[in-house]
Structure formats: structure tokens, C-alpha cells
């Protein structure tokens, strides 16, 4: 049985005239009576009964005409789908995002995602820091990820998202909620909860530089893997986190948030294989991206971008030890 034949078999059932059905399907009628035919012995059934004035279906062919409609139906959402995931509208985008990211940059990306390119599931692996999502983006596990550089592993390209200021979290009783700008060398006498020191974290190495500038060395009090945890312990009254700005954007009952007159900031970037370039789903999400102003600046690749005052000719932007940062 071909799959022409059930397309004939539909169109006829469709008009109950062979010569309506022949205009239809751009053919003549009497090879298109002689593949019903051929079907209906194939089948062992009659589809049709025909007289000179009319053609009907015949019980069998009522039930054989909605089997066909459901197969022919699956048969284009079939086609339609290989086309999407072939030009890159379609697909499963592994995601991967540190702790903070998910408060302000997921939303985004989910909305974005939607609108954009609404055949395209986002699965998403949250609480990973820069090096887990290096690890997973290397071993295929995650497609793009929102990490804190600098990157280490070779062959993954990134781009800057955000800058942010760090500020501290406090238990809602503590006496600097509502302080307002604190410096960081008010927190000197505080009990720290950080991410542990064996995880690689960008906001750990930031939160020492900013104390040892202030003269002290932060008095580690709960190690964390999660964001969500940290903001459970300080929550608790156990103890004060210094995080990024975006976890701001999810209040926690029992936390207030602090701006800090005088830490270092953090940066975002979206993640990606570098060599993943020839991926339709892959170059269209960044590029969706772009035309939604997700990034704060221009693509530093793009060759037509603007040269900095001080940037020679050729160059693809600032460069640091791992590339493009």
C-alpha cells in the first residue's frame, strides 16, 4: 500500500465523485479508478459502491476514511516537524543556569522563548555554578548556559548578559535591614553563609576580594550548594549572604536585601559550544535574543559593530585569558 493511494482513496471519499476528486489531485480519472481499485483488492473490502449516477461509501469505507484522515494528518505533522527542527524552530534547548540567574534571567528567557520560537521546549537545570555548567556544556548535557566567567574549558564561547552589584541578604530582624547602603566593612563581625569553597564560585571568589579589600576575611559560618539555600540559613537568623543583585527579584519571607556602597560587581553570560555553530536551534536562540535586546550591547564576533576608541581594527572585542570575555 503507498501512501499516494490513501491521499486518492481521501480525496474521493472527500467529493464522492472520481472526476472532482482526479480535478483535485491534478491526474486523470481512470488512473485514479483503477488505484481505488487496486486499494480495495489490496484491502479484501469494497470502499465504494458506484452506480452511473452517484458514488457512496460503504461502511467499511466510513471507517476506513477516518483512520486515513488521522494517518495523513500524522503523515504532515511529520513532514511539518522534521521542517522545523531542520531550519531550527523545533527542539529540546537544555538550559542550564546558576542560583541567581533563575530569579531574573529565566523569567526572561521563558517569555522570550515562547514568543520567539514557541516550538521550542526549554528544559531547564538550575542552582549550577560556572564550573558544573562548563562541565555539562562539554560533556552535551546542557545546550547554552547563564554562568558567572570567567570560562575555563576550551572550545566554549560566551557572551556578557549583565554586570551586577552584589548586596547583601539579611534576616529580617537583623540590624541592618532597612540600613540602606552598607559597606562592606560593616559586615566584619558578621557570620557569612557562602557557597562551598570546593565548588568553584565566581560570587565566592568576589565576596573575599571585596572583604580583604575592606581589611577583613569573612567568617565562614554554612557552606551551600544552592542559592535557595543560602537564603534559607540567612532566613533562619543563622547568619548574612552576599549575593548578585538578581535575587532581588524573588523576595523571600524572612530576608531583606541591601545594597553595598562599595563591593566589586559580578558578571553574566550566556554559554555555548563553540563549535555548535552549524546547529539550527543553536545559532536561532541567540539570535532571538538579540532581536528581543536580551544582550546589552553588540555581538563582539559581529564585524560590522562599532570599533571601540581604543580597539585596533579586526579586533572581535576585549580579550581575556579564555577569549571573549
Known amino acids: 500500500m503507498e501512501l499516494r493511494h490513501l491521499r486518492y482513496f481521501s480525496a474521493v471519499a472527500e467529493t464522492c465523485h472520481f472526476g472532482k476528486a482526479a480535478e483535485q489531485l491534478h491526474m486523470a480519472q481512470p488512473p485514479l479508478s483503477q488505484a481505488i481499485r487496486r486499494l480495495e483488492a489490496e484491502l479484501g473490502v469494497e470502499l465504494f459502491t458506484r452506480t452511473t449516477r452517484q458514488v457512496a461509501l460503504t461502511g467499511a469505507g466510513e471507517v476506513f476514511r477516518t483512520d486515513v484522515a488521522r494517518i495523513l494528518r500524522a503523515v504532515d505533522e511529520a513532514v511539518a516537524r522534521a521542517g522545523r527542527f531542520a531550519s531550527g524552530v523545533e527542539g529540546v534547548l537544555r538550559v542550564g543556569l546558576t542560583g541567581s540567574a533563575s530569579y531574573r534571567q529565566l523569567p526572561a528567557l521563558a517569555r522570550l522563548l515562547k514568543r520567539e520560537l514557541p516550538h521550542v521546549m ?3 537545570h538550575t542552582d549550577l555554578l560556572t564550573p558544573a555548567q562548563e562541565l555539562g556544556l562539554v560533556e552535551r548535557r546542557l545546550d547554552v548556559g547563564v554562568l558567572r566567567p570567567p570560562v575555563r574549558r576550551e572550545g566554549i564561547a560566551h557572551r556578557p548578559l549583565a554586570d551586577e ?39 565566592n571568589d568576589a565576596v573575599v576580594r571585596s572583604c580583604t579589600a575592606a581589611g577583613f576575611t569573612p567568617r565562614l559560618a554554612y557552606e551551600v550548594a544552592e542559592t535557595s539555600a543560602a537564603l534559607a540559613l540567612v532566613a533562619a537568623g543563622l547568619g548574612i549572604a552576599v549575593l548578585p543583585d538578581s535575587v532581588r527579584s524573588a523576595p523571600r519571607e524572612g530576608v531583606r536585601y541591601e545594597e553595598l556602597t562599595d563591593a566589586v560587581s559580578v558578571p553574566l553570560a550566556l554559554a555555548w559550544r563553540a563549535e555548535d555553530g552549524g546547529s539550527p536551534l543553536l545559532r536561532n ?3 532571538a535574543l538579540e532581536r528581543d535586546g536580551f544582550f546589552p550591547g553588540p555581538d563582539p564576533g559581529d564585524p560590522h559593530r562599532p570599533q571601540g ?17
Not at 560593616?186 to 565548588?199: I, K, Q, S, T, W
Not at 576608541?309 to 570575555?325: A, D, H, R
Open 165 to 203: 552589584p552584589l548586596v547583601v541578604a539579611v534576616p529580617a530582624e537583623h540590624w541592618l535591614a532597612g540600613a540602606g547602603g552598607v559597606p562592606v566593612g560593616g559586615l566584619r563581625h558578621e557570620d557569612f553563609v557562602m557557597y562551598g569553597a570546593g565548588l568553584g564560585s565566581v560570587v
Open 309 to 325: 576608541p581604543n580597539e585596533p581594527q579586526g579586533s572581535s572585542g576585549p580579550q581575556g585569558p579564555q577569549g571573549t570575555i
Open 122 to 124: 526549554m528544559e531547564v
Open 285 to 287: 536562540f541567540p539570535a
